[in-house]
């Protein structure tokens, strides 16, 4: 199943920089897509959605960007800090309520 | 802030065995879901639950799986003879229901080890 694509495993930034972590997409159906933070031997953590009517939405440090046209999505944080490094899954919803999720990319941010 | 419960946080069985892993939605949340995350690779749909009833499951989600909420708080499911490939970490999540809210908020998950 590789409808929701996270093609970068890991990504590692400096504290103070921004971090930015993308998705693709192949289920044009998909119309509202999540973020999600997850720790060792935690569940994930909901950070930030947007539904595709919107190509912008923010919360604090957290921005997420969606381009329907080419079927891709990336979160951006910044300025990133230590507490940020996670795990973090990109997920969408087509009809129903099914989260179909990528890989993740695994954030580490050096102090 | 109301959080997602999940009970055991690690079971451990033998094959063939049935297991029932538990769950505690957030009280005024009104769709419950199970997803699974097999070592290494993505965490994937089981089934979601509305009103009592099933509302979608996967074609993960076979015979020997079944999910009920006996009561007002709790929400289970139910592997009926497990296999070695069922071992995985279990995670119960839940979602308010409104029209213009998608969020699931997700348990800390049951790691489940058959042998």
């Known amino acids: 199943d590789q409808q929701v694509k996270q093609n970068s495993p890991s990504l590692s930034v400096q504290e103070g920089r921004i971090s930015i972590l993308n998705c693709d997409y192949t289920?044009?159906?998909?119309?509202?897509f999540l973020w999600y933070k997850k720790y060792p031997a935690e569940g994930p953590t909901f950070l930030i959605s947007?539904?595709?009517?919107?190509d912008k939405n923010e919360d604090g440090r957290f921005t997420v960007f969606l381009n329907k046209s080419a079927k891709h999505l990336s979160l951006h944080i910044v300025p990133s800090q230590p507490g940020d490094s996670a795990v973090y899954f990109c997920a969408a919803i087509a009809s129903g309520s099914r989260l179909t999720f990528g890989e993740g990319t695994q954030l580490t941010v050096n102090p | 802030e109301p959080e997602v419960t999940q009970t055991p946080s690690h079971q451990v069985t033998q094959m063939g065995q049935e297991v029932i892993l538990r769950c505690v939605p957030i009280?005024?949340?009104?769709?419950f879901y199970w997803y699974r995350q097999i070592l290494g690779q993505k965490v994937e749909f089981l089934v979601s639950?509305?009103?009592?009833?099933?509302?979608?499951k996967s074609e993960i989600f076979d015979d020997q799986f079944s999910v009920e909420r006996p009561d007002g708080s709790n929400f289970t499911l139910k592997i009926r003879s497990t296999k070695l490939e069922d071992s995985a970490m279990y995670f119960c999540?839940?979602?308010?229901?409104?029209?213009?809210?998608?969020?699931?908020?997700f348990g800390p998950g049951t790691r489940l080890t058959v042998l």
């Open positions: 947007i539904s595709s009517i919107k």
């Open positions: 009280s005024n949340h009104l769709y």
């Open positions: 289920n044009s159906m998909f119309d509202y």
């Open positions: 999540a839940s979602r308010r229901g409104t029209s213009d809210n998608n969020e699931q908020f």
């Open positions: 639950f509305y009103n009592n009833e099933i509302s979608e």
